[in-house]
């Protein structure tokens, strides 16, 4: 073992202790965890990872609370046991015997991004544990990002930061605007456009900060190809100051054009290089779609979604978003914990959808961990002009309240739809 990976391993084991502590000061209610285990950077000849993976926080229901350095270390608790290899396949798993997805979403995102390299031993990072790490800002463990517990941020986000500086890796990956919101607020470096809609970029130490859109959301494949030959563009000049200029000057050059060229053609750019914010993106949303419905056009299935997504009101839903290539609209209201008052993710959590099913628009009203108790109050409050196509809810936890046919005027569902979340929050808020 050299003096360096010496003392990398020295400052990581300080590191996981004097974090675990923070943690505990900041919460003992829930679980936190690393993801990908850190435990395997203190093995000899051990290289820093090309590549160190950052999202807001783990999306699970807290998991095992780690309550000294060491158990920080071994990562999530659903890789304990698991050698390398095994976490690897069970990251990368594509179907299991019944040929339903398994895996990682985002494990395969990343991948995917990565195969547009020119370099062809990037395409092999994720394959390799020693070359990549997956970690998140914030190590608290809750289904949803908005339910991460009451506390100081920055001072969870800055143990994050510090674990950049030791590991030292060529490429820190930043997703979703969350993360990035909250590195810029605790890091003394500040992200800077890179391609507007598209990358910011940093440095961090020795490190290339690259923070785009979460992995969760769409990607166009000239998206998916412009940041992967970047994060590639990266990794092969990781010793070089890299800004917007010499991305610019490089042969990723005609990526960002065609990129830029498909963005123009979708909705008006900002001119002062920031991606557009989410209230003047729904408002070009529905210039364009209902300009496409006054000029006669037919609207297919997912723009009629995306344009109900874009013209309904949420009504305080804790979270509003289209799923299944955006076929599928779905609104939620979390439970009240009666000793805080917080909104919280529980068994009884109110789901709203939309979705097609036999030829016709079907709205469902019910909970989303089968509790038909709720699910029956819940149907009584809310049973105006709606009428329940199915109240066995014994046997289901959907209530379905209205069935329209695929010709139902746009306008005509969003009223619908708009009446029907006033009644779910007022129902939620009693």
């Not at 590991?167 to 470096?189: C, H, I, T, Y």
């Not at 006669?296 to 949420?314: D, H, V």
Request: aromatic share 8%.
């Amino acid at each position: 073992m050299n003096n360096e990976q010496y003392n990398i391993q020295a400052k990581l084991e300080k590191w996981a202790k004097e974090t675990v502590e923070v943690y505990k000061k900041q919460s003992t209610e829930i679980g936190f965890y690393t993801q990908t285990p850190l435990s395997i950077f203190l093995k000899d000849n051990i290289q820093k990872p090309d590549l160190l993976i950052l999202g807001i926080n783990p999306g699970s229901g807290g998991g095992i609370r780690r309550n000294t350095g060491t158990e920080l270390l071994k990562g999530n608790p659903c890789f304990e046991g698991m050698d390398s290899d095994r976490i690897i396949k069970n990251m990368s798993e594509e179907k299991d015997n019944n040929k339903n997805r398994k895996g990682w979403a985002l494990w395969h995102r990343v991948n995917n991004m990565l195969k547009f390299s020119n370099n062809e031993d990037h395409k092999k990072i994720l394959r390799n544990l020693d070359r990549f790490v997956l970690s998140n800002m914030i190590f608290f463990g809750t289904e949803k990002e908005n339910q991460i517990p009451n506390i100081k941020r920055e001072e969870c986000a800055k143990q994050t930061i510090e674990l950049i500086s030791i590991l030292q890796p060529k490429v820190v990956l930043l997703l979703g605007s969350q993360s990035r919101k909250l590195f810029d607020r605790a890091s003394e470096n500040k992200l800077e456009v890179l391609v507007p809609n598209s990358m910011y970029h940093c440095m961090s130490g020795k490190s290339h900060v690259l923070a785009i859109k979460h992995t969760a959301y769409y990607y166009s494949s000239i998206e998916m190809e412009l940041i992967g030959k970047t994060i590639g563009y990266i990794l092969d000049h990781s010793e070089e100051i890299i800004n917007k200029e010499c991305i610019y000057a490089s042969y990723i050059k005609e990526d960002i054009i065609r990129f830029e060229k498909m963005i123009q053609s979708k909705r008006k750019v900002k001119t002062d290089g920031n991606p557009i914010n989410e209230k003047e993106e729904k408002q070009l949303t529905i210039q364009t779609l209902d300009g496409k419905i006054k000029a006669g056009g037919k609207l297919k299935e997912t723009e009629f979604f995306k344009l109900l997504k874009a013209k309904i009101n949420p009504n305080g839903a804790d979270s509003c978003a289209l799923f299944y290539r955006g076929k599928l609209l779905n609104y939620e209201y979390y439970t009240q914990r009666p000793a805080n008052g917080k909104y919280i993710n529980s068994k009884d959590t109110i789901a709203i959808d939309i979705l097609i099913e036999n030829g016709e628009y079907v709205i469902r009203v019910g909970t989303r961990r089968n509790n038909p108790d709720i699910t029956r109050e819940l149907a009584i409050a809310i049973d105006g002009e709606f009428r329940p196509g199915n109240t066995d809810v014994t046997v289901s936890h959907w209530h379905v309240h209205k069935k329209m046919p695929l010709s139902i005027d746009c306008d005509e569902m969003v009223r619908i739809m708009n009446e029907l979340l006033t009644k779910v929050k007022a129902y939620r808020d009693k």
